[in-house]
């Protein structure tokens, strides 16, 4: 342990700096180190001032499941230089998380290191549906004020990165990538957290580039470029017949290219709550399989009962200044509640055209109330008052 001067999300401090090569890491990339990064983490969170974990680069750190808890005594920075690796067998058991951070105050976690999920095993038995346990590549839960800046996250066996019970997250730089094909490999899923920002990312996976669950608000996803994948969601919301709550959500400056949706809306059916004050502003498509949807018949399993006596109730919805290419031919899908209606939609100056020269975009509305200003490209008729 040597003192350095450090610069966290409070300013620059005097800083204790803890390598976990100094505590028996080897980082050959075959011995587990999962002892040696618990040992350093219990020094680091117990340090008397900021602390630095030192991850060095130039290493491949085998890690089985671990778990950085708080609360620690000041500010703490994982500095993830090195790469860090999950064992590419499957496990026995029910293992909920990789990577967890819990109950941390002032947390960041830095660097251009790669952290791989090693998931191709995973995706092979959900694909051939054989149970086994899977879990998330990272998690913040019950954090704040924390920073994920310049990872590269990739191959997870299921979400990437998961906030959760969290306020006050910025993620930034970040760089996600699984194979288009891989089952359940959301880039970053959001639940149960609020003030969170995500900027300036690439993701790329077989899932959402990013979802937004419920008990989320005040969530800002800005200059994100996403695809392959299924877009950018809020939702699914209301799944096994729970209560959804998501409001104010801001996505703007994106670019989604070849996903299967562009910006969703996502909920099941006969459940309740709202989604509200949601804007997509500023976003590009780029032959996008459902550009624009709102999808209120949601059934990820095929096998959904058809109740229709409540529903997530979803208002205050605008599209504002979205444009690009559509590969579907509808392009502008507003499927609400049959007993719910969705309401307060904007649809203004958005300019969707097929991607394919020669073909045709429309729309389609079901039970779906607002107004459209400026360009609709294509024209929204079916939107009512």
């Given at each position: 342990?040597?003192?350095?001067?450090a610069?966290?999300?409070?300013?620059?401090?005097?800083?204790?700096?803890y390598?976990?090569?100094?505590?028996?890491?080897?980082?050959?990339?075959?011995?587990?180190?999962?002892?040696?990064?618990?040992?350093?983490?219990?020094?680091?969170?117990?340090?008397?001032?900021?602390?630095?974990?030192?991850?060095?680069?130039?290493?491949?750190?085998?890690?089985?499941?671990?778990?950085?808890?708080?609360?620690?005594?000041?500010?703490?920075?994982?500095?993830?230089?090195?790469?860090?690796i999950?064992?590419?067998?499957?496990?026995?058991?029910?293992?909920?998380?990789?990577?967890?951070?819990?109950?941390?105050?002032?947390?960041?976690?830095?660097?251009?290191?790669?952290?791989?999920?090693?998931?191709?095993?995973?995706?092979?038995?959900k694909?051939?549906?054989?149970?086994?346990?899977?879990s998330?590549?990272?998690?913040?839960?019950?954090?704040?004020?924390?920073?994920?800046?310049?990872?590269r996250?990739?191959?997870?066996?299921?979400?990437?990165?998961?906030?959760?019970?969290?306020?006050?997250?910025?993620?930034?730089?970040?760089?996600?990538?699984?194979?288009?094909?891989?089952?359940?490999?959301?880039?970053?899923?959001?639940?149960?957290?609020?003030?969170?920002?995500?900027?300036?990312?690439?993701?790329?996976?077989?899932?959402?580039?990013?979802?937004?669950?419920?008990g989320?608000?005040?969530?800002?996803?800005?200059?994100?470029?996403?695809?392959?994948?299924?877009?950018?969601?809020?939702?699914?919301?209301?799944?096994?017949?729970?209560?959804?709550?998501?409001?104010?959500?801001?996505?703007?400056?994106?670019?989604?290219?070849?996903?299967m949706?562009?910006?969703?809306?996502?909920?099941?059916?006969?459940?309740?709550?709202?989604?509200?004050?949601?804007?997509?502003?500023?976003?590009?498509?780029?032959?996008?399989?459902?550009?624009?949807?709102?999808?209120?018949?949601?059934?990820?399993?095929?096998?959904?009962?058809?109740?229709?006596?409540?529903?997530?109730?979803?208002?205050?919805?605008?599209?504002?200044?979205?444009?690009?290419?559509s590969?579907?031919?509808?392009?502008?899908?507003?499927?609400?509640?049959?007993?719910?209606?969705?309401?307060?939609?904007?649809?203004?100056?958005?300019?969707?055209?097929?991607?394919q020269?020669?073909?045709?975009?429309?729309?389609?509305?079901?039970?779906?109330?607002?107004?459209?200003?400026?360009?609709?490209?294509?024209?929204?008729?079916?939107?009512?008052?």
């Amino acid at each position: 342990m040597i003192l350095v001067l450090a610069c966290f999300i409070s300013g620059c401090v005097a800083a204790s700096n803890y390598s976990v090569t100094d505590f028996g890491a080897k980082g050959d990339g075959v011995t587990d180190d999962t002892k040696a990064f618990l040992d350093t983490w219990n020094a680091t969170c117990q340090s008397s001032v900021s602390s630095i974990l030192l991850i060095p680069a130039g290493k491949t750190f085998l890690l089985n499941p671990i778990v950085f808890q708080g609360p620690c005594q000041f500010d703490v920075r994982v500095q993830v230089d090195g790469d860090i690796i999950r064992p590419s067998q499957l496990w026995g058991g029910k293992i909920d998380h990789w990577l967890l951070f819990s109950h941390i105050d002032r947390l960041s976690i830095v660097g251009s290191g790669k952290i791989d999920g090693q998931g191709a095993a995973w995706w092979s038995c959900k694909t051939n549906q054989v149970s086994v346990s899977s879990s998330p590549l990272s998690s913040l839960l019950f954090c704040s004020r924390a920073l994920v800046a310049g990872l590269r996250l990739i191959n997870s066996s299921q979400m990437h990165l998961v906030v959760g019970f969290s306020s006050a997250i910025r993620i930034t730089g970040v760089t996600i990538t699984a194979p288009g094909d891989s089952p359940n490999t959301d880039g970053i899923h959001i639940q149960q957290s609020h003030h969170v920002n995500v900027s300036d990312s690439t993701i790329g996976t077989g899932d959402d580039c990013i979802s937004i669950g419920t008990g989320s608000f005040h969530v800002n996803v800005s200059w994100v470029t996403c695809g392959p994948g299924h877009g950018i969601s809020v939702g699914s919301l209301g799944m096994n017949n729970s209560r959804a709550e998501v409001s104010d959500i801001q996505v703007g400056h994106c670019n989604i290219s070849s996903t299967m949706n562009g910006v969703r809306i996502k909920t099941w059916q006969a459940r309740y709550g709202y989604a509200k004050a949601i804007i997509f502003e500023n976003i590009n498509f780029t032959a996008v399989n459902n550009p624009i949807i709102i999808d209120q018949h949601y059934c990820a399993t095929g096998v959904c009962a058809e109740k229709k006596s409540s529903a997530v109730q979803v208002t205050d919805v605008q599209f504002i200044e979205v444009r690009g290419t559509s590969s579907s031919q509808v392009a502008i899908n507003l499927n609400c509640s049959q007993n719910v209606a969705c309401t307060g939609i904007t649809i203004q100056n958005v300019e969707i055209q097929p991607a394919q020269q020669g073909g045709q975009t429309s729309s389609y509305c079901f039970n779906a109330h607002g107004t459209v200003t400026g360009v609709a490209m294509p024209a929204v008729p079916c939107l009512m008052p």
